[in-house]
């Protein structure tokens, strides 16, 4: 099945405790991207990457780094997460798709991060 | 600065209405637009694209393309409780990019 993963789907944590989120494709897609979603602020971009070892700052990327070390992989870090980074994030890849229009993006389910 | 508006919402329809919702975006070297639905607390899924100007028809779903008027809707015929959710509009610039800009989103309530 085509899909987009991510872990974990919940987290709890505290402020300055580094985290990583993963997030893995099986659709051989070249760009993947990370979101983050917030109540009245939407879907804001905070990393993409259109190929291995090929990645570029989003909208909002304080805080966060990300690395694309093989095409599947696209994990989001976060080095010293603080409670403004509390939120919704999403993990979406498209490309390189039959079919259906390539830029089409695949949502992962979403990892909700909260920081105390 | 490229921005893709939507009206917040929420827009109430009853059963069996058609729903409207509407997007306009401001690159207007913009060449695709989705339509996403999203539920509370999940992913969005994609329902539609649509590159060229005119209607494009999926089921009770309909997606307008004004690239004159910088202007997308999409259209929800027989509107049923399971169409509430929030509907992301999503525009993409020109050739080479896979990025994506989305609106808000509209939150739509359909109402037994």
């Known amino acids: 099945e085509a899909q987009v993963t991510q872990n974990p789907r919940y987290l709890i944590t505290v402020t300055g405790k580094k985290l990583t989120v993963t997030c893995s494709q099986n659709?051989?897609?070249?760009?993947m991207s990370w979101y983050r979603q917030d109540p009245g602020l939407g879907l804001r971009q905070i990393y993409y990457?259109?190929?291995?070892?090929?990645?570029d700052k989003g909208d909002v990327p304080e805080g966060y780094k990300v690395s694309r070390k093989e095409k599947r992989n696209f994990p989001l870090i976060l080095e010293s997460p603080s409670p403004n980074q509390t939120s919704l994030y999403f993990c979406?890849?498209?490309?390189?798709?039959?079919?259906?229009?390539?830029?089409?993006?695949?949502f992962g389910p979403g990892t909700r991060l909260l920081v105390l | 600065q490229k921005e893709v508006e939507q009206n917040s919402g929420p827009l109430s329809v009853p059963e069996g209405a058609i729903a409207s919702l509407n997007c306009t975006y401001s690159?207007?070297?913009?060449?695709?637009f989705f339509w996403y639905r999203q539920y509370s607390g999940k992913s969005p899924e994609l329902i539609m694209f649509?590159?060229?100007?005119g209607d494009k028809e999926d089921g009770r779903f309909t997606a307008q393309l004004n690239k004159a008027s910088q202007y997308v809707s999409l259209l929800i015929r027989d509107s049923q409780p399971s169409d509430s959710a929030t509907y992301l509009c999503?525009?993409?610039?020109?050739?080479?990019?896979?990025?994506?800009?989305f609106g808000k989103g509209t939150k739509l309530s359909v109402i037994p």
């Open positions: 979406a890849s498209s490309g390189n798709a039959s079919g259906r229009a390539p830029e089409t993006q695949y």
């Open positions: 659709m051989n897609h070249e760009y």
């Open positions: 990457s259109m190929n291995v070892e090929v990645t």
């Open positions: 690159d207007r070297g913009s060449q695709s």
């Open positions: 649509i590159y060229s100007n």
């Open positions: 999503a525009v993409k610039a020109g050739a080479g990019s896979y990025q994506l800009t």
